[in-house]
């Protein structure tokens, strides 16, 4: 993939040129005036709108803050420069990580528009088909292959990829119930270390948080041990094929 910027008058684009020519400023009027739109999910600061635009279907997502900030601001950034937009950092994520064979949205472009010490931005990625959060498929009553989920997160953490917010809404199965993984909005690289089991223990406790609302499935303590045993595995089997 190589990576196209179109910049404005206090905005810019950085985008697939396989995928998007020529994007203008706003990606989602964009969407909104070219594309058909097929719905949304997700609430708050994760909302992202789902449209169909030519034959490509697309996952919006604008940026938005979470907590007591986003009352005040809701979607403003302090600006510190281009490359340090929310935006532009999750896109390049996505691009390596996409590179590299991992289950992620293939990004499309990410845009920013910046009013004075602020910006706005927004993120567009395709839409995964057939895919629902694991916390949809847990209250569906499905069954899981929590050991193959193991194996998935394995996998991004042996190319050092840290997911910020790890949790049950951001894995998504897909029709043939693959594991993906989404929302990579503050996430990095960085050197093994404490993280990778501060990761797990996040999605743990999203796991058990939403066992504890009405009517929700009770916690899975089996398919919690099938997920770290498939996790063992995946490590396991990286580090011998590292090995001498």
Not at 192 to 201: D, F, I, M, R, V
């Amino acid at each position: 993939m190589s990576p196209a910027i179109q910049t404005g008058p206090g905005w810019a684009v950085l985008h697939d040129p396989a995928l998007v020519i020529n994007p203008g400023p706003d990606l989602l009027r964009h969407a909104l005036e070219h594309g058909e739109a097929e719905g949304q999910a997700g609430r708050g600061r994760g909302q992202v709108r789902f449209f169909q635009v030519g034959d490509r279907h697309w996952a919006v997502r604008h940026y938005r803050r979470g907590g007591w900030m986003g009352r005040l601001v809701e979607d403003r950034y302090a600006w510190t420069g281009a490359e340090r937009t929310r935006a532009f950092r999750e896109w390049r994520m996505l691009a390596r990580l996409h590179a590299a064979g991992l289950p992620v949205p293939r990004p499309v472009a990410a845009g920013w528009r910046r009013r004075g010490l602020f910006y706005t931005a927004e993120l567009v990625t395709l839409r995964i088909a057939g895919a629902a959060p694991l916390s949809a498929r847990l209250a569906e009553g499905a069954a899981l292959d929590w050991r193959a989920i193991g194996r998935m997160l394995a996998d991004f953490h042996a190319l050092g990829a840290c997911h910020a917010d790890l949790n049950a809404h951001n894995i998504l199965l897909d029709e043939d119930g693959r594991a993906w993984l989404l929302d990579f909005d503050r996430g990095r690289f960085r050197a093994p270390g404490p993280w990778q089991e501060q990761n797990l223990a996040r999605l743990e406790r999203s796991l058990r948080k939403i066992a504890a609302e009405p009517g929700a499935p009770a916690f899975d303590p089996a398919g919690w041990r099938a997920l770290r045993s498939g996790y063992a595995e995946g490590r396991d089997l990286r580090l011998r094929a590292s090995g001498p």
